[in-house]
Protein backbone atom coordinates (compact mmCIF):
# COMPACT_ATOMS: atom_id res chain seq x y z
CA UNK A 1 0.00 0.00 0.00
CA UNK A 2 0.94 3.81 -0.50
CA UNK A 3 2.03 5.85 2.40
CA UNK A 4 3.09 9.64 2.82
CA UNK A 5 5.38 10.35 5.77
CA UNK A 6 5.79 14.15 6.86
CA UNK A 7 8.35 13.31 9.83
CA UNK A 8 8.66 17.41 10.68
CA UNK A 9 5.36 17.85 12.59
CA UNK A 10 6.12 21.49 13.08
CA UNK A 11 8.76 23.59 11.41
CA UNK A 12 9.57 27.30 12.16
CA UNK A 13 11.03 29.95 9.97
CA UNK A 14 12.31 34.03 9.84
CA UNK A 15 10.46 35.98 7.41
CA UNK A 16 12.42 36.46 4.78
CA UNK A 17 14.18 33.13 5.16
CA UNK A 18 14.15 29.93 3.41
CA UNK A 19 12.43 26.80 5.12
CA UNK A 20 12.29 23.25 3.54
CA UNK A 21 9.67 20.80 4.44
CA UNK A 22 10.13 17.15 4.06
CA UNK A 23 8.53 14.71 2.84
CA UNK A 24 9.05 11.04 1.79
CA UNK A 25 6.53 8.32 0.02
CA UNK A 26 6.22 4.54 -0.50
CA UNK A 27 4.76 3.47 -3.44
CA UNK A 28 5.58 0.30 -6.41
CA UNK A 29 4.01 2.76 -9.43
CA UNK A 30 6.12 3.89 -11.59
CA UNK A 31 3.72 6.97 -12.77
CA UNK A 32 1.95 9.10 -10.31
CA UNK A 33 1.28 12.48 -9.15
CA UNK A 34 2.61 14.11 -5.90
CA UNK A 35 1.35 17.31 -4.65
CA UNK A 36 1.96 19.98 -2.03
CA UNK A 37 -1.56 21.67 -0.51
CA UNK A 38 -1.10 24.15 2.37
CA UNK A 39 -4.16 24.70 5.03
CA UNK A 40 -4.60 28.27 6.79
CA UNK A 41 -6.93 28.38 9.79
CA UNK A 42 -9.53 29.04 7.25
CA UNK A 43 -9.34 25.40 6.58
CA UNK A 44 -9.51 25.24 2.80
CA UNK A 45 -6.91 23.77 0.90
CA UNK A 46 -4.72 25.19 -1.86
CA UNK A 47 -2.91 23.78 -3.99
CA UNK A 48 0.78 25.38 -3.38
CA UNK A 49 2.61 23.24 -6.23
CA UNK A 50 2.21 19.92 -8.32
CA UNK A 51 4.93 17.45 -10.05
CA UNK A 52 4.15 14.54 -12.22
CA UNK A 53 7.21 11.56 -11.69
CA UNK A 54 7.65 11.01 -15.32
CA UNK A 55 9.42 14.67 -15.71
CA UNK A 56 12.80 14.81 -14.24
CA UNK A 57 12.50 18.47 -13.90
CA UNK A 58 11.46 19.82 -10.40
CA UNK A 59 8.25 22.02 -10.48
CA UNK A 60 8.82 25.63 -9.17
CA UNK A 61 5.62 28.35 -8.51
CA UNK A 62 7.67 31.48 -7.66
CA UNK A 63 8.58 31.40 -4.45
CA UNK A 64 7.93 27.72 -3.79
CA UNK A 65 9.93 24.88 -5.68
CA UNK A 66 10.32 21.00 -4.63
CA UNK A 67 13.39 18.85 -4.85
CA UNK A 68 11.94 15.10 -6.50
CA UNK A 69 13.96 12.38 -5.84
CA UNK A 70 12.32 9.86 -7.54
CA UNK A 71 15.00 6.80 -6.49
CA UNK A 72 15.17 7.93 -3.10
CA UNK A 73 11.07 8.95 -2.96
CA UNK A 74 11.85 12.13 -1.56
CA UNK A 75 9.31 15.45 -2.34
CA UNK A 76 10.62 18.33 -0.27
CA UNK A 77 9.18 21.63 -0.43
CA UNK A 78 11.16 24.69 -0.47
CA UNK A 79 9.93 27.88 0.73
CA UNK A 80 11.87 31.12 -0.22
CA UNK A 81 11.58 34.24 1.18
CA UNK A 82 8.88 33.33 3.78
CA UNK A 83 5.96 35.91 4.63
CA UNK A 84 3.53 35.59 7.44
CA UNK A 85 0.93 34.40 5.09
CA UNK A 86 3.14 31.73 4.20
CA UNK A 87 2.18 30.41 7.69
CA UNK A 88 -0.30 27.41 7.06
CA UNK A 89 -0.18 23.19 7.89
CA UNK A 90 1.68 22.06 4.81
CA UNK A 91 -0.05 18.36 3.18
CA UNK A 92 2.02 16.09 1.19
CA UNK A 93 0.09 14.39 -0.79
CA UNK A 94 0.11 11.49 -3.86
CA UNK A 95 -1.89 9.94 -6.47
CA UNK A 96 -0.88 6.94 -8.53
CA UNK A 97 -2.04 8.08 -12.33
CA UNK A 98 -3.69 4.82 -12.76
CA UNK A 99 -6.12 2.39 -11.01
CA UNK A 100 -7.14 4.99 -8.17
CA UNK A 101 -8.72 8.23 -7.65
CA UNK A 102 -7.81 8.79 -4.17
CA UNK A 103 -5.14 10.99 -2.79
CA UNK A 104 -2.90 9.90 -0.40
CA UNK A 105 -1.96 12.72 2.51
CA UNK A 106 0.51 12.92 4.99
CA UNK A 107 0.13 13.67 8.57
CA UNK A 108 0.98 17.83 7.94
CA UNK A 109 3.62 19.94 9.12
CA UNK A 110 2.97 22.75 10.49
CA UNK A 111 4.75 25.91 9.63
CA UNK A 112 4.93 29.30 11.70
CA UNK A 113 6.45 32.51 10.07
CA UNK A 114 8.11 34.68 12.68
CA UNK A 115 8.03 38.28 12.51
CA UNK B 1 -15.55 32.45 -10.76
CA UNK B 2 -17.13 30.03 -7.53
CA UNK B 3 -15.17 27.25 -6.32
CA UNK B 4 -16.05 24.78 -4.62
CA UNK B 5 -18.84 25.40 -1.83
CA UNK B 6 -20.07 23.42 1.36
CA UNK B 7 -22.72 23.67 3.77
CA UNK B 8 -23.00 23.98 6.61
CA UNK B 9 -19.75 24.99 8.00
CA UNK B 10 -20.60 23.96 11.53
CA UNK B 11 -22.80 21.65 12.82
CA UNK B 12 -23.61 19.83 15.82
CA UNK B 13 -25.32 15.97 16.17
CA UNK B 14 -25.63 13.44 18.95
CA UNK B 15 -24.66 9.82 18.67
CA UNK B 16 -27.09 7.97 16.64
CA UNK B 17 -28.68 10.64 14.49
CA UNK B 18 -28.05 11.26 11.17
CA UNK B 19 -26.11 14.25 9.44
CA UNK B 20 -26.17 15.14 5.50
CA UNK B 21 -23.44 17.02 3.93
CA UNK B 22 -23.57 19.23 1.18
CA UNK B 23 -21.06 20.27 -1.33
CA UNK B 24 -21.39 22.21 -5.17
CA UNK B 25 -18.00 21.78 -7.29
CA UNK B 26 -16.29 24.49 -8.83
CA UNK B 27 -17.32 25.90 -11.95
CA UNK B 28 -16.37 23.66 -15.04
CA UNK B 29 -15.83 20.49 -12.62
CA UNK B 30 -17.86 17.28 -13.12
CA UNK B 31 -16.21 14.82 -10.34
CA UNK B 32 -16.81 14.86 -6.30
CA UNK B 33 -14.29 13.44 -3.95
CA UNK B 34 -15.33 13.74 0.01
CA UNK B 35 -12.16 13.48 2.56
CA UNK B 36 -12.64 13.45 6.23
CA UNK B 37 -9.72 14.74 8.55
CA UNK B 38 -9.42 14.31 12.04
CA UNK B 39 -7.87 16.82 14.63
CA UNK B 40 -4.35 16.84 13.74
CA UNK B 41 -4.19 14.20 10.98
CA UNK B 42 -4.42 14.23 7.23
CA UNK B 43 -7.61 14.22 4.81
CA UNK B 44 -8.53 10.20 4.45
CA UNK B 45 -10.35 9.39 1.06
CA UNK B 46 -14.03 8.61 1.75
CA UNK B 47 -15.44 8.00 -1.70
CA UNK B 48 -15.65 9.80 -5.30
CA UNK B 49 -18.88 10.43 -7.44
CA UNK B 50 -18.49 10.51 -11.22
CA UNK B 51 -21.49 10.84 -13.63
CA UNK B 52 -23.79 10.08 -10.68
CA UNK B 53 -22.19 6.95 -9.40
CA UNK B 54 -19.59 6.05 -6.76
CA UNK B 55 -16.53 5.83 -8.70
CA UNK B 56 -14.51 4.44 -6.04
CA UNK B 57 -14.95 4.05 -2.29
CA UNK B 58 -11.77 4.13 0.58
CA UNK B 59 -11.75 2.30 3.98
CA UNK B 60 -15.16 3.49 5.50
CA UNK B 61 -18.06 1.60 6.41
CA UNK B 62 -21.45 1.37 5.03
CA UNK B 63 -22.82 4.23 7.03
CA UNK B 64 -21.13 6.48 5.13
CA UNK B 65 -22.93 7.12 1.84
CA UNK B 66 -23.25 9.73 -0.84
CA UNK B 67 -25.18 10.96 -4.19
CA UNK B 68 -24.29 12.73 -7.00
CA UNK B 69 -26.98 15.24 -8.77
CA UNK B 70 -27.32 15.81 -12.19
CA UNK B 71 -25.66 19.44 -11.82
CA UNK B 72 -22.51 17.62 -10.38
CA UNK B 73 -23.37 18.46 -6.51
CA UNK B 74 -23.19 15.86 -3.85
CA UNK B 75 -24.36 15.06 -0.73
CA UNK B 76 -22.45 12.72 1.80
CA UNK B 77 -24.58 11.45 4.27
CA UNK B 78 -23.67 9.53 7.56
CA UNK B 79 -25.92 7.23 9.36
CA UNK B 80 -25.84 6.23 13.59
CA UNK B 81 -23.05 8.58 14.40
CA UNK B 82 -20.16 7.51 16.42
CA UNK B 83 -17.66 10.08 18.34
CA UNK B 84 -15.34 8.83 16.38
CA UNK B 85 -16.88 10.69 13.22
CA UNK B 86 -15.61 14.05 14.77
CA UNK B 87 -13.80 15.49 12.01
CA UNK B 88 -13.71 18.20 9.48
CA UNK B 89 -15.47 16.99 5.80
CA UNK B 90 -13.87 17.85 2.95
CA UNK B 91 -15.57 18.02 -0.70
CA UNK B 92 -12.98 18.18 -3.84
CA UNK B 93 -13.94 18.90 -7.01
CA UNK B 94 -11.90 17.74 -10.41
CA UNK B 95 -12.16 17.34 -13.70
CA UNK B 96 -13.50 13.60 -14.56
CA UNK B 97 -11.31 12.09 -17.13
CA UNK B 98 -7.69 11.80 -16.96
CA UNK B 99 -5.27 14.12 -18.88
CA UNK B 100 -1.47 15.25 -18.65
CA UNK B 101 -2.29 19.04 -18.64
CA UNK B 102 -1.99 21.72 -16.24
CA UNK B 103 -5.44 21.60 -14.94
CA UNK B 104 -5.52 17.47 -14.82
CA UNK B 105 -6.10 15.55 -11.92
CA UNK B 106 -5.59 18.64 -9.23
CA UNK B 107 -8.34 18.39 -6.59
CA UNK B 108 -9.89 21.97 -5.96
CA UNK B 109 -10.97 21.62 -2.16
CA UNK B 110 -14.11 23.63 0.03
CA UNK B 111 -13.33 25.12 3.23
CA UNK B 112 -15.22 21.84 4.76
CA UNK B 113 -17.79 20.92 7.20
CA UNK B 114 -16.77 20.84 10.60
CA UNK B 115 -18.77 18.10 12.27
CA UNK B 116 -18.94 17.72 16.39
CA UNK B 117 -20.65 14.09 17.55
CA UNK B 118 -21.68 14.63 21.27
Known amino acids: AQTVTQSQPEMSVQEAETVTLSCTYD???????LFWYKQPPSRQMILVIRQEAYKQQNATENRFSVNFQKAAKSFSLKISDSQLGDAAMYFCAYRATSGTYKYIFGTGTRLKVLA | DAGVTQSPTHLIKTRGQQVTLRCSPK?????VSWYQQALGQGPQFIFQYYEEEERQRGNFPDRFSGHQFPNYSSELNVNALLLGDSALYLCASSLGYRDRGPGANVLTFGAGSRLTVL
Open chain 2, 27 to 31: SGHDT
Open chain 1, 27 to 33: TSESDYY
